[in-house]
């Protein structure tokens, strides 16, 4: 039985065994004696010969072994000897190679005879001891934080929770022994089930993320983050751990934040960013409906200048107003957006045929312009009753729309941008209209964003320049002036004149650096003109829109002709009716200024736009110019009649009068007639390089 025993154990060559007889002395167990070692002892200091005993019956005691150790031993023998049942301990040894090595001895008693056996556990120890610190440092880590930690395992059973986790139950327990999902709100189940699985499956080290809403025990709906891990091999933990930060406050603002986010905080309409995705799910569904859907890009016309005058309160207050209207003028089901600044945006859907959006945009156009009523007590719907103290202003505002048309799918970026070059083009034809986008347009818009290109080079170059058309004294023929009409030498599309690449610097921002190379190159040439000529020429220059909100125009100007030698009284500034009528009470003042400063000024293109007689003797003008349609109309009764009456008042005023575009000599004698003091058009000359209208001059 003793052989069968060891040889058993013998298997392994680091299970050492040996077999002791009692000594006994008076009744009495003195020592142990060696009967037999079986298996490799390793060199293993155990305190016996590393040998197996020679002669089989008197193994040597290691001489070696200390005697501390040795009655140790005996006494743990002796204990083993009389339990009767066997006796375990480790003990540390250090093997033949200087490593420490655990052996786990087991003294039984098999009859008379005392069987120890050492089975090294080396590495079982250290394993189980690594476990020990891995589930000690677990526990310090989870339970010390705020955090909710839960470990699930393979049965989605929760096998440890963080004491965090009471406050998801009603009575203060932990969630320790629930299963798994049992506190989640119902509409996150799902996702959290899902989560779950995902962990199983990951590879070690793999965090998975999730939110979800949780209940508390208190019935409080919370929002927590979670990050799974698998864990499932790993000693001591053997499940999904899940760690949980509460992100309620933080959900709570993130959507609170989206909805801002989603929407201008002006005029409260849904922003750019909720437009984008509506205008995504419209395409998909036009794309199941075929029926078509319309975007109206919508633009309030020089609304940079009503900022600029009225002030941003004043501009604030009309894109508020103008939001309600365009609200106001929807179809139930339309979606309309501020994208920024002063453009808005239309998604007309479930169109029954394209045209229909002509019909939606040029609804929108009429809601949206017209006048408005702005001042200190905001937006008033009628003129109220005078308010002390509280100037309400009335301003006349005009709106451009660009409309694209599709049936899904597609592209909403597309779709804006097709809209916009609509809208480019709705400005380009003279604003205030709405314009259909038309394949066609594409190539302007490409031919457009060329021209700004080119005009940034142009404007530092010599690409642009002068051309000039005499203005002549109707009375003598004489020519006592010059128009100076810009002009741009395209290095591929030739000579352009300024309609062709106005609005396109308009839109790039580049007018402020163009306006202010025609003013130094006008007033350069009348420096040369008064130099070159026996009569001082008059120069006309015409002024853009911004020109007229820049208070500090006359100083500007002066400067100009002071370094020039030029006397301010020999130029006369153009402004066009059509600038001068969007805003004439805050023009005014300037135009005053510009006069007692010693400018001249004239009213051009008078006649163009709506303007009433009655209104010319508000303006401080020196010169009314008539504009070419005036003129045209002159072969007809009623036509002379009107500028006979203009050209009969202007005087009463102290304004002197010009007719434009004077083409023929019938037109000439008949402008004679009715007193009309200057003339100016093809009749007399082009408008030509300055050169040329030089050298004509010194020839008379
Ligand atoms: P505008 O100030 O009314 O200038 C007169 C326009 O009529 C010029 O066109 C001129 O060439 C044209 N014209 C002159 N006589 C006749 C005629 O007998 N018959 C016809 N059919 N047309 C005639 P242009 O040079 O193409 O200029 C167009 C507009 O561009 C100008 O209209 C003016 O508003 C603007 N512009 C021209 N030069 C400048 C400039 O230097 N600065 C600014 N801000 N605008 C300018
Ligand atoms: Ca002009
Ligand atoms: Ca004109």
């Not at 142990?32 to 040998?51: K, N, P, R, W, Y």
């Not at 075929?290 to 005058?309: G, W």
């Not at 190379?517 to 009569?535: F, K, M, N, P």
């Not at 006309?540 to 100007?557: A, K, T, Y």
Request: proline fraction near 5%.
């Amino acid at each position: 039985m003793l052989t069968t025993l060891l040889e058993g154990l013998d298997a392994d060559g680091r299970v050492l065994a040996v077999v002791m007889r009692p000594v006994v002395e008076s009744e009495e167990v003195i020592d142990f004696e060696l009967l037999m070692v079986s298996g490799a002892a390793a060199g293993v200091d155990l305190g016996i010969t590393a040998a197996p005993p020679t002669d089989g019956l008197e193994p040597q005691v290691g001489e070696t072994t200390a005697i501390e150790q040795r009655e140790r031993w005996l006494a743990l023998r002796r204990e083993a000897f009389a339990a009767g049942h066997p006796v375990r301990g480790d003990e540390d040894h250090v093997d033949v190679h200087g490593q420490r090595r655990v052996l786990e001895v087991t003294r039984t008693r098999v009859g008379d005879l005392l069987v120890a056996i050492w089975q090294d556990v080396t590495d079982v120890r250290a394993a189980e001891a690594a476990r020990v610190a891995s589930e000690q440092r677990f526990r310090a880590l989870v339970e010390h934080s705020s955090d909710i930690t839960v470990v699930v395992d393979r049965d989605r059973m929760i096998t440890y929770a963080s004491p965090s986790t009471q406050h998801f139950t009603p009575d203060g327990d932990t969630l320790a022994g629930a299963p798994y999902g049992l506190h989640l709100h119902p509409e996150d189940w799902g996702s959290a089930q899902d989560l779950l699985e995902r962990a199983y499956a990951a590879t070690p080290g793999e965090v998975l993320h999730d939110r979800a809403r949780v209940i508390t025990g208190e019935g409080q709906t919370r929002w927590i983050e979670a990050q799974a891990t698998n864990h499932l091999h790993t000693p001591g933990v053997d499940g999904v751990v899940i760690n949980c930060r509460d992100i309620t406050e933080e959900q709570h603002a993130r959507e609170r934040l989206a909805q801002e986010a989603m929407r201008d905080p002006l005029t409260g309409l849904p922003n750019r960013r909720y437009f984008a995705e509506v205008v995504q799910h419209a395409l998909a569904r036009s794309a199941r409906s075929r029926q078509p859907l319309a975007l109206l890009l919508l633009d309030v016309d020089h609304f940079k200048y009503v900022n600029d005058i009225h002030g941003h309160p004043a501009g604030d207050q009309l894109l508020i107003e103008l939001a309600a209207r365009l609200r106001s003028a929807l179809r139930p089901g339309d979606t309309v957006c501020r994208l920024g600044g002063d453009e808005f945006v239309v998604l007309a859907e479930d169109l029954h045929h394209l045209d229909e959006a002509l019909l939606v945009a040029q609804r929108v156009n009429a809601a949206a312009a017209g006048t408005y009523l702005l001042g200190p007590g905001g937006v008033q719907q009628e003129v109220p009753d005078e308010v002390p103290g509280e100037v309400q202003l009335e301003i006349q505002v005009g709106v451009s729309v660009g409309v694209s048309t599709t049936i899904g799918p597609g592209n909403s970026d597309a779709l804006l941008s097709t809209a916009d070059h609509a809208l480019y083009e709705a400005k380009r034809r003279g604003r205030g209209r709405v314009e259909v986008f038309q394949p066609q347009l594409r190539e302007r818009l490409l031919h457009r964003l060329g021209l700004q290109r080119d005009l940034r080079r142009a404007t530092s170059g010599e690409e642009l320049e002068l051309y000039w058309q005499p203005i002549v004294r109707t009375s003598d023929g004489a020519v006592t002036g010059a128009e100076a009409l810009l002009r741009w030498h395209h290095p591929q599309l030739g000579l352009l004149a300024p309609a062709a690449f106005i609005p396109a610097a308009e839109d790039a921002g580049l007018m402020p650096a163009i306006c202010e190379w025609v003013l130094h190159h006008a007033t350069r040439q009348s420096a040369r003109w008064t130099r070159e000529l026996a009569d001082p020429l008059q120069v006309f220059i015409n002024l853009d829109r911004h020109q007229l909100h820049n208070p500090s125009l006359l100083g500007e100007v002066a400067a100009i002709a002071a370094a020039h030698h030029v006397e301010l009284s020999h130029l006369t500034l153009e402004i066009s009716e059509r600038i001068l009528t969007e805003d004439l009470p805050r023009i005014r003042p300037l135009l005053l200024q510009l006069r007692e400063g010693g400018l001249r000024l004239a009213l051009d293109d008078f006649g163009a736009g709506n303007t009433a007689l009655t209104w010319l003797q508000e303006m401080p003008m020196d010169i009314l110019k008539l504009d070419r349609s005036f003129t045209a109309t002159l072969g007809e009764r009623a036509g002379a009649a009107i500028v006979g009456a203009v050209l009969r008042l202007a005087p009463e005023l102290g304004i002197a009068t010009l007719a434009e575009g004077v083409e023929t000599a019938q037109q000439l004698s008949t402008l004679l007639d009715l007193g009309c003091d200057y003339t100016q058009g093809f009749h007399h000359a082009r408008p030509q390089p300055a050169q040329q209208l030089t050298a004509t001059l010194l020839s008379l």
